[in-house]
């Protein structure tokens, strides 16, 4: 393989979507649809990388979590993740993992926010395949895992959730204009 950026070092890869002691996770989407990255274009990235003022000045900020460097693995290499006794995720894979689920919850089409609760039967049949889906064509993580996975993809959805309706949502306003003014992630 090519040199890996240093994300990856110190991480185990396995190739060809086997990893020798761990079964594949059941879910009901075919793995082979990958339409995970067809929501975002380089031109809404780099938007949100910098703050225009109105004086003329650029100031480069710190934008929302992207994970390039994992979004172009190859296909069918993935990180193998170690569990604990208690299947959590363990070393530094743990830590890619966890800042990709944030990612995931944050796509429209693997996780919608017009549904109140996380565990309501409409979400769980169609969203939380995909998005376990979107985890194993990135991760080589063990069945047992799969209860913690949702656990944590809950958890980060509601966050998100949280953080968007403390920064846009304004009760006084009619919801058109609350609508106005919603990022351009939130469809």
Known sequence: MASRAREFENLEFVENNYADEEE???TNVD????DEDNYIN???WLNNVYEH???GRIKRRCGPTKLAHLSNLPEGVRIIVKLDRFNAPISKSAGLLGSYLGTLVKKPHLATLNVLKWNDDMFKEIYHDKLLAAVMRKFAIGPKS???LLNQLGNKWRQ???KLKKKHYKAEL???RVMENAPETVE
């Open 146 to 148: 799969r209860d913690w």
């Open 174 to 176: 009619p919801m058109e």
């Open 31 to 34: 793995p082979t649809n990958n």
């Open 160 to 162: 998100y959730k949280a």
């Open 42 to 44: 380089k031109e809404d």
């Open 24 to 26: 594949e996770m059941e």
């Open 53 to 55: 003022y109105p004086d």
